[in-house]
């Protein structure tokens, strides 16, 4: 079969020490399950900004736009804190989305058994968690224009961002939405605030009239941004598909991450437009960033990452064996007890990124 070409982009803080991981797991499903792989590695965010003076270079986000996918780990370097914004880290993963048109980030947000006691919620409001939420990416108030700092006659400055939401991208996202629900319990809430900004009543009407054009078998259900914080803590599994914009589905991820027992546990998908040949580009990342407070301490967790990388295999490798197989490891290893810190309870021992790393992977060789 083709080789599969992979571009791996670590980044900083936590991101080489968990991609580490992910890599000797790539490396594992190559020499023992016939996976035809060759992977790329570059610099990219604080890590690229040191070399190259520049978050990510062109000729990288054209390297993306050639791969088959992305492993991405994650961007944010505090020693780049007062630079302009150009200058940032962080520009790296917004470019990528942005250039390579990755539209529509998928967050499924899974609690596994064994963690039960972990979520930030009550066992019986969280058991069996089961969400999925579609944020779109590549648009809204992180890409609006008019946007800046301006000074004012007075001397006092002005910060500006607007959201923007066309049809057309509202619609496409949408559409991601309702396809995934359909494979799944068949119910597409979708978030926004209609009340207070115009992007959100348009999101509203555009989600409604695709709906009872494609989708009527679907059940589709809206709810405003707050309120929708608040369910998810209430009552967690009354969703199934959650569709939103960029910034609310950033949010609402993040705080979803909580209930499954960490931000450390959350992988995701990010994917672009179907070209002639039915391939979509796509990258895959943990919804968490470089975690500043613990890098170089070997303690992150790493199972986010892993389970990108599993997404990675089902989504744009089709390998879907390959990916259980990944999920099924990381869902034993946790029976068995090992916890890195972020998952931990009192008393429990604390395994490393490495330990942890390694656990899935003999798991991953004994169920195989
Ligand atoms: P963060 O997600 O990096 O960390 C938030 C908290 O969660 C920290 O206490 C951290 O230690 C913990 N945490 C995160 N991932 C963990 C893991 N795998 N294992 C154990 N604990 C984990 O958010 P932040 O501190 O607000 O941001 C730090 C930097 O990361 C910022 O520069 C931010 O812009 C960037 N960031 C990047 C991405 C990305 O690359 N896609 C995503 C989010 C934040
Ligand atoms: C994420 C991050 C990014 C975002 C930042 C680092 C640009 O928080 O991937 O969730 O806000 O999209
Ligand atoms: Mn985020």
Redesign the pocket.
């Known amino acids: 079969s083709d080789t599969h070409q992979l571009l791996l982009l670590p980044g900083d803080g936590i991101g080489p020490e968990i991609m580490a991981q992910a890599v000797k797991v790539l490396h594992w499903l190559r020499d023992h399950r016939g996976l035809n792989v060759e992977l790329t590695e570059e610099l990219v965010g604080g890590a690229s900004l040191k070399a190259h003076d520049t978050p990510i270079r062109d000729e990288v986000i054209e390297q993306a736009r050639h791969a088959d996918a992305v492993l991405f780990g994650s ?2 370097d505090p020693a780049w804190k007062d630079a302009p914004f150009e200058k940032r880290p ?1 520009v790296a ?2 470019r990528l989305r942005k250039e390579l048109g990755l539209y529509a980030n998928l967050r499924p947000a899974k609690l596994f058994d064994a963690l039960l006691s972990a979520s930030a919620l009550k066992p019986e409001v969280v058991r069996g968690l089961d969400l999925m939420i579609v944020r779109e ?1 590549v648009g809204g108030v ?1 890409f609006g224009e008019p946007r800046g700092i301006e000074t004012l006659p007075d001397g006092t400055k002005r910060g500006v961002n607007t959201e923007v939401y066309t049809t057309a991208e509202i619609e496409r996202v949408a559409r991601v939405a309702f396809e995934l629900a359909r494979q799944r319990d068949g119910r597409v809430c979708s978030v926004e605030k209609g009340n207070v900004m115009e992007s959100g009543l348009l999101w509203r009407e555009v989600v409604t009239s695709l709906h009872k054009a494609e989708y009527s078998d679907v059940t589709l259900t809206h709810m405003l941004a707050d309120n929708c914080a608040m369910q998810l803590v209430r009552d967690p599994r009354q969703f199934d598909v959650m569709v939103t914009g ?1 910034l609310f589905g ?1 949010l609402l ?2 705080l979803a991450s909580m209930l499954t027992g960490s931000l450390g546990m959350l992988p995701s998908a990010t994917l672009g437009a179907e070209n002639e040949h039915g391939k979509r580009a796509a990258l895959y ?1 943990p ?1 968490h ?1 470089s975690a500043p407070d613990i890098a170089g301490k070997g303690s992150a967790n790493p199972l986010a990452q892993i389970l990108s990388l599993a997404m990675l295999l089902r989504y744009s490798l089709n390998r879907p064996e390959d990916a259980e197989l990944i999920e099924r490891a990381v869902s034993g290893v946790l029976a068995d007890g090992l916890r890195t810190a972020d998952i931990a309870g009192e008393g429990d021992a604390r395994a490393t990124t490495e330990q942890m790393g390694e656990a899935v992977l003999k798991k991953m060789a004994a169920q195989a």
Do not use: H
């Open positions: 961007v944010g962080e993963i917004l990416t992180y960029n950033d991820s993040d990342e919804i960033g």
